[in-house]
């Protein structure tokens, strides 16, 4: 929680409230790299403000919640609720969720983001393994929370290729 700076590699699973803010704090994770080889709780990246958290696995409810900036990269299945009460950041769902995105968000594109290659050439150098077709997917764009401003996303990769 309210990690600044650095690198955490976790082998196995993770907890709730990984990269989180403290009950009673103003801000999550400031920065750094959080990379999840196993699954990750509830709350994932909870008031996150900068910052990466990559998770190889399934991921529990409301991951991105009050989320004020920064990026989760979710390979397995997300639970419900993602980014609610978002103002800003990005959120890449890789695995097609179970559940729609929170009816605050709203669809506004689909296209192949440049920075998410960024990111991803990261990962890859820093070992951990990615499937090969998400460079080259498109990602349909939703924009929300609306309730706190609408400047977050939700990126989910397409399934099929436009």
Known sequence: AEMHGGR???EGRAGHL???????????MN??????????????????????????????????Y????GSLLLFGPVG???????????????DPP????LVTFR???????????????LLIRIGFELPRDCFEAPYDRYCGDRLEGGRGEIL???EEHV
Do not use: K, N, Q
């Open 31 to 64: 920065g750094g790299e959080i990379l999840i080889e196993g699954d990750a709780g509830d709350e994932l990246g909870r008031g996150m403000r900068r910052g990466l958290i990559a998770v190889r696995g399934r991921t529990g409810e409301a991951v991105g």
């Open 80 to 94: 419900g609720r993602a980014g609610a009460g978002m103002r800003r950041g990005s959120i890449v769902l890789f």
């Open 156 to 158: 989910i990769r397409a």
């Open 107 to 121: 669809w506004a594109c689909r296209y192949r983001p440049v920075f998410l290659r960024v990111y991803l050439r």
């Open 98 to 101: 179970a559940h729609e995105p």
């Open 18 to 28: 990984v990269g989180a803010v403290y009950r009673g704090g103003s801000s999550g």
């Open 8 to 10: 955490i590699r976790v």
């Open 66 to 69: 009050a989320m004020r900036a």
